[in-house]
C-alpha cells in the first residue's frame, strides 16, 4: 500500500511539475519588464492619432523595424489609406497549424490641456497619493530593487493598445533568449486605424484573404475584468454610428423677439430622443430587441462571472444602472441605443439669448450577434418619421423648410459586427490551458465584452473563430485623458503572452 501511495504521489509531482514548470519565476517576468521599459516609453512618445497619417509612417517604421529584429518577416498590405502591417514567423514544422495575433498600435487624440502631465506622449510613472490622486514620481523609480505593481505609466496609447504591444515583444525576446520558440505558425496583424473604426480592414481582408489564412485568432485588447483577475473574453459587440440634426430657423434668433413663435430645435431634439427610450433605458422601438434570448445556460455562465455591481455603480458614481437586463452582464448581451454627444447653440462663458437654428445629437448602436445593422438602423429612421418628421441624408431646401414643419437630417455609418466564439473551441480551450499555466487557476470568461473591436472582419470572410486576451486594467482611462496602464498588468501581461506563446498547440 505504501509503494502505491509513493507512486502515486510520484505521478501527482510529476504532473504538477510538468504543468507549472514550465514557465520562469516572477521574478524573471519583472526583469524582462524593465529591461522592456525603455522600448515602451520610446513607443509611446510617437503621437499615432489615426487622423494624422504622417504621425503614423513614423510608427509603421518602428514596427517594422522592432518585428524583422526578432525574427518575422513584415508586409505591407496597402490600403486606400495607411497600410496594414503582416508580420510572419514560421516554426520548424511546416504542417503545424497558424494562429493569428490581433495588435493595435495607434491611439486616441489627445486635448493635453485636461492631462495632468506636460505631454500625454511622454510616458510619465506615478503613484498615488494620501489623498486619492496621482503623484509624479521617477521614472529610474521602475529600474530598482522592488517594483510596486499598483504604480501607473500615464501616457496616451499606454493601454489601448501600444502596452500590449511592448508585452508581446517582450515576450518573444524572452522565448529567443530561452532558445524556445512556439510549434505552431504566426501571422500578426498590426492595426494603424483602430481608432478610426479600421475603415480599411474588411476590404483589406478580403484583398488579402490568402495572406491571412489561418487555423484561429487572437486578439491582444479590450481591458481585463472589473477585479483585475486573469480574463479571456470571447465576443465583442459590433457598433454603428447615427447623426442626428434637428433643424430650425435658418438663422439663430433672438429669443425675446420669438421665443413662443419660433420652434426650439434643441428641444425638439431632446424629444425625438427621449422617445426612443423609457424611464428605466429600454428602447422603446417596436422590434429593437427581437431575436435575442438569453437561455438558462447562458445566464448561468453570466452568473459565474464575479462582478460586484454594487461597488461598480459606487466607482461610477451611480446610485443604480438601467433595467435593461437584471444585470450588467446579462444587459451586454443586448443592442444599445447611446447618445455619446448632444450639440446646440452656445453654453458658458458664451451663453445667449437665442434660439438656435440647429440641434446634434451623436449616437452609438452597440451590436450583439443576433443584430442586423440595417434593420436596427432602418428601425429608428422609422421612429423618427412616425414622430412627424421628413428625414433627410443631406441639409433641407428652402422649399422643403417652408412645407415640412419637423425635418431632421439622418446619416448613419455600419462601422462593424459583433462577433462570439464558443468557450468550447479548439481556440477558447488551448488559451484557456495557457491561462491556467500561467496563474493556477482558471480565466474568467467573459461571453461579450461591451465595447467593440473590428474583429468581425476577420471572423466572417476568413471563417475562423476569435478570442480576445485582455491584459491592461479596466481603470486605465482609455479613450479619456490621463490614460494609463498598471505596472503590475503589464509584467503579468508579458507572463500571459510568453504562457501562450509556449502552449503546444496540437
Known sequence: MKFYFLLLSFCFLLFTTTLFSQLPSDGVFEKYAKESFPQL??????????????????????????????????????????????????CKNKNAKTVLIYLQVDGQPVDPSHWFQKDPYEATLKEIDPEGGWKTIAWSSLFGKKINPDWRIFARAASDAKGPVNMFLTAIDMMIDKKESPNFHMKVIIDFEEELGSPQLPKAVTKYKKQLD???????????????????TFGARGISTITLKVFGPVFPQHSGHYGNWVPNPAVRLSQLIASMKDVDGRVTIPGYYDGIEISDEVKKILKSIPDDEAYLNAKIGIASGDKVAPTYQESLQYPSLNVRGMLSGWVGSEKRTIIPSSAVAEIDVRLVLESDPDRLINLIREHIVKEGYLVL??????????KHPRI????????????????????????????????????????????????????????????????????????????????????????TMYSILTERLE
Open 214 to 232: 489561418s487555423d484561429m485568432f487572437i486578439i491582444f485588447d479590450l481591458p481585463m475584468h472589473a477585479s483585475n483577475e486573469p480574463t479571456l
Open 41 to 90: 516609453k520610446e513607443l509611446l512618445a510617437m503621437p499615432s492619432d489615426a487622423n494624422f497619417p504622417e504621425d503614423l509612417e513614423v510608427n509603421i517604421k518602428w514596427s517594422e523595424k522592432h518585428f524583422a529584429k526578432r525574427g518575422f518577416t513584415t508586409t505591407r498590405l496597402e490600403t486606400e489609406t495607411v497600410p496594414i502591417l503582416l508580420a510572419e514567423k514560421k
Open 393 to 402: 441624408d443631406r441639409k433641407p431646401t428652402s422649399q422643403e423648410r417652408a
Open 408 to 495: 431632421c437630417q439622418f446619416t448613419y455609418k455600419n462601422a462593424y459586427l459583433a462577433f462570439r466564439t464558443d468557450f468550447d473551441s479548439e481556440v477558447g480551450l488551448w488559451l484557456n490551458k495557457a491561462m491556467i499555466k500561467a496563474f493556477g487557476k482558471s480565466p474568467i470568461r467573459v461571453r461579450t465584452a461591451g465595447g467593440s473591436i473590428p474583429i468581425s472582419p476577420f471572423v466572417n470572410q476568413l471563417g475562423i473563430p476569435a478570442v480576445a486576451v485582455p491584459t491592461v486594467n479596466r481603470d486605465n482611462n482609455q479613450h479619456s485623458p490621463n490614460e494609463n496602464i498598471r505596472v503590475g498588468n503589464y509584467i503579468d501581461g508579458i507572463k
